[in-house]
């Protein structure tokens, strides 16, 4: 028996995988309408660049990056640009977003979706394919993929994690996709390589999906050579086992420093589901306009993993899937410990967008006082000490709480998980990091010197 | 599809456990002690610890209505408070002994402080250090019956006449007998004759001499037949305390369910057999004076078995609220229970050591926490921020 990989800390959370982890990914037809965000990635949002009335091609631009920390969008069919519209995004923001009226012929702009020798592509020529094609990071966290990609000088990558762990509850989109098209992840997954000059690329698999460790294991084997090492490495079914820095030191003993980036310790991180759009972009020459969404929870009837285009209606993806609009209570957008609750049914699929999650149950309301069970200290992967966190921050000590490290926390959520206190750990801290933020602000603008 | 969905942050899972579903479990794992009260002190120990916990219970809803905070006795953490209280004081107390004692462990050790999660010391063992410094004579005589009554309302009428002193006279079959830890407090050497057999034993008037521990070649030495009634509980004590062997079952459900963690039972009662074979017992000699023991001659394991050490490792030194947070810590606070034990009993006023020396380690809880912090993963020794 292997043994498995894995971090200090955590927590074992019900999966819920089964619910669709034997769906077949599905394609779910473009609606009639849809709505494109402008703003679906970290960094400053695209700016539109196609008009009211305008006739759009199918990958064709219909929002350009602004600036380096920013990514382009295409337009998901083809069809008509009706009019710029605000929605609602899935962090509680109003973006601007591109109102499309689908002509259903699915016509590709000229010179997309055709393939391409891929194998040809400088790095140099990767990157920018990347950049091009509007690619971000399809985890959850919608970080532009070319910032990553471009490492700055000094800055050496001698290890790519392909991130297959899908560690939160629920979610089986990138099981599904490492199941059924090995071959194009690891494709990806070898330009991303390229693209940074590594040779040493680790495909990571939470023991829960034996058979995709076991696909990826054969594609590695299959696609290694030319100078470039791929190994697939299995890891131990707790979350969060595929948060970036636990990640990174499970497989390679490394601790990113507080604050830094996992480039500061010579490894890159990179989702399947953004190796499998890489390879899109490098290799067929398509931009980023679909994505697979698990649609899950006990508010829907059949769960399913689905094909669908950017700026869907969620609506369109619930009612693919049977929901019971009467039992679901809460709406969540990725997985339940970090993805993000929302009112609005319409919101559209973006690109960061892992799962819809119909929920029946909400917690109560309330907490109590911390009893020092010490199960948030346990499962903390960080080290902090939440329950004093949560102490202090609940007593409005947001300088003390930044004392012990408040700013240290991913937000994984496995204190406010575990709490028997039922004590609202993990939301408390967001809290406090916008209030240290603020007052180091106020701090910098009384002493005059630049906020750190 | 009118519905309003809510709107929160993650984590939007939650799990099972909550503090009632805690508190239930340690309820739970003192079954074993109290059903073997039951049987080894007859009824009154049971209705002595009803009182308690029904004592502890209203106390708790009174003050957080005095307080004007919502009512919680629906949490269990009372219920426990009150098991914990009767687990260590003597089935042979009247009426109103428990009944003080919760009130004030509830009352003033738990509620004064603001409740579950704020008291700085555990409520059970400062209410018991309430009831020694109250009721002295009756909490700790060092010598008690050991005896069952005919029946419950024997014992409630008796009991409401006074004392249990006039229980313990009318039941048949009244067994006296010092606790095991005042028997390790009079250790005494049998003094040898001129053909080497023992003769008789110059002090210890109550004691059985052959059956208590004796000095023999200069160590501490323990009758088999002693060290098992130690264990499984045929010795007089507090009606949860005098049974190893029910107490460790409960402890061992506790790890199951990792309601408490191995380190601080294990930190505990590791030090005490240490030292408690390490350390020079005193004992009277066969000249008629006070005399130590040389080192590591003292009966180590037998300090385990013996008073509240069971009880003050498994449920009273891993109390969430008042002791350290970080398993290392609870290596610590541990240790310094055991230590601190051992020192009580051998050197100290008092037979037993295990309620004071909890109750000083919870004080140092807040500066172990301190020191025992791990560090922040990515952040260097030290602590300095990036």
Known sequence: MRRLRTFRGGTHPPEGKDLSRDAAVRELSAPAELVVPLAQHIGRPASACVKAGERVLRGQRIGKAEGFISANVHAPVSGKVKRLVPCNTPLGLVSEAVLLENDGADAWAGGLNEPSDAALLSAEAIRARVQEAGIVGMGGAAFPTHVKLSPPDGKVIDTVILNGVECEPFLTADYRLMLESPRTVIEGFKLILRAVRCARGVVAVEANKPDAFAVMEEACRRHAGEGVGLSAALLEVKYPQGAEKQLIHALTGRETPSGGLPMDVGVLVQNAGTAHAVYEACARNRPLTERIVTVTGPGVRTPQNLRVRIGTPVRALLEACGFDAAAARKLVFGGPMMGVAHFDPDLPVNKGMSGVLALTAASPPGWRNCIRCGRCVEGCPQRLVPSELSILIESGRFRDADEIHANDCMECGVCAYVCPARRPIVQWIKLAKVEIARERRREAARTGKEAP | ?386
């Open chain 2, 1 to 386: 599809m009118t519905n309003e969905y809510l709107v929160s942050p993650s984590p939007h899972l939650q799990a099972g456990e909550d503090i009632p579903a805690i508190m239930r479990g340690v309820s739970l794992a003192l079954a074993p002690a109290f059903l073997w009260a039951l049987y080894r002190f007859g009824y009154w120990a049971i209705v002595v610890t009803g009182l308690s916990v029904l004592s502890a219970v209203l106390t708790e809803a009174l003050c957080q209505r005095l307080r004007g905070v919502p009512v919680t006795v629906d949490d269990w953490s009372a219920v426990v408070t009150g098991l914990l209280l009767a687990a260590v004081i003597p089935p042979n107390v009247p009426w109103h002994v428990p009944v003080l004692g919760a009130a004030f462990a509830v009352g003033v050790a738990k509620q004064c402080f603001g409740g579950l999660g704020a008291n700085i010391w555990n409520p059970a063992l400062l209410g018991r250090a309430f009831l020694q410094a109250s009721f002295g004579a009756q909490i700790n005589s060092g010598v008690w019956p050991m005896t069952r009554a005919e029946s419950v309302w024997g014992a409630v009428s008796t009991s409401l006449r006074g004392s249990f002193q006039a229980l313990s006279e009318r039941a048949a079959d009244v067994v006296t007998r010092a606790t095991p830890l005042e028997e390790l407090k009079r250790i005494v050497e049998p003094a040898v004759d001129a053909m080497g057999g023992p003769t008789a034993v110059l002090s210890a008037p109550v004691l059985p001499p052959a059956a208590g521990p004796w000095v023999q070649q200069g160590a501490v030495c323990v009758t088999w037949s002693r060290w098992l009634d130690a264990f499984l509980g045929n010795v007089p004590g507090s009606i949860g305390e005098v049974s190893a062997l029910a107490l460790l079952l409960g402890g061992l459900y506790l790890l199951a369910r990792k309601i408490v963690s191995w380190e601080t039972p294990v930190a505990f009662l590791g030090t005490a057999a240490l030292l408690g074979w390490m350390l020079p017992a005193r004992y009277l000699a066969a000249s008629g004076a006070t005399a130590h023991t040389g080192w590591f001659a003292g009966p180590g394991l037998y300090h385990v078995v013996t008073g509240g050490a069971m009880i003050g490792a498994f449920f009273m030194a891993t109390d969430m609220v008042t002791t350290p947070i970080q398993r290392r810590g609870q290596l610590v606070f541990g240790a310094g229970c055991g230590l601190l034990t051992v020192l009580i009993r051998l050197y100290g006023g008092y037979p037993e050591g295990v309620c004071y020396s909890i109750l000083l380690m919870n004080t140092l809880v807040p500066l172990i926490d301190r020191y025992t912090r791990a560090r922040v993963f990515g952040v260097k020794k030290g602590g300095a921020r990036p």
